[in-house]
C-alpha cells in the first residue's frame, strides 16, 4: 500500500534551479530515511542525498555545496533543492524511503535535463 511519488523534474538551463518533491503515502508509521538517488543510461545509479530521521544529511562529492535536501515529517516528503546545475547532473532522479521495520520503496523517477 506504501507509494512514493517524485514530481518537479524538467528541462533547465546550466546554472539554473529545480525543486524535486518526494512524498511516501500509505501504511507508514515511521519513516527512518528518505534518500535521492540518480542514473543515467549504462551506469549504475548512485546516491545523491539522503536525510536521516534524526535530521543528519549525507551528500555526494559532485553535488555538496549546490544541493540541499530537507524534509516535512509532517507529510512524509522529502525535497532537493538542485542549484547551479550543470549538465552532467542530467539523469533520472529516484527517491526512496526507508520506513518501519527494514522496509523500503523506490519512486519511478523524475527526469533532469540541464542542457543550453
Known amino acids: 500500500q506504501v507509494q512514493v511519488v517524485e514530481s518537479g523534474g524538467g528541462l533547465v538551463q546550466p546554472g539554473g534551479s529545480l525543486r524535486l518533491s518526494c512524498a511516501a503515502s500509505?501504511?507508514?508509521?515511521?519513516?527512518?530515511?528518505m534518500g535521492w538517488y540518480r542514473q543515467v543510461p549504462g551506469k549504475q545509479r548512485e546516491l545523491v542525498a539522503t536525510i536521516i530521521n534524526d535530521g543528519r544529511t549525507i551528500y555526494a562529492d559532485s553535488v555538496k555545496g549546490r544541493f540541499t535536501i530537507s524534509r516535512d515529517n509532517a507529510k512524509n516528503t522529502t525535497y532537493l533543492q538542485m542549484n547551479s546545475l550543470k549538465p552532467e547532473d542530467t539523469a533520472v532522479y529516484y527517491c526512496?524511503?526507508?520506513?518501519?521495520?527494514?522496509?523500503?520503496?523506490w519512486g519511478q523517477g523524475t527526469q533532469v535535463t540541464v542542457a543550453s
Open positions: 500509505g501504511r507508514i508509521f515511521s519513516i527512518n530515511a
Open positions: 526512496r524511503a526507508e520506513y518501519g521495520l527494514g522496509h523500503l520503496n
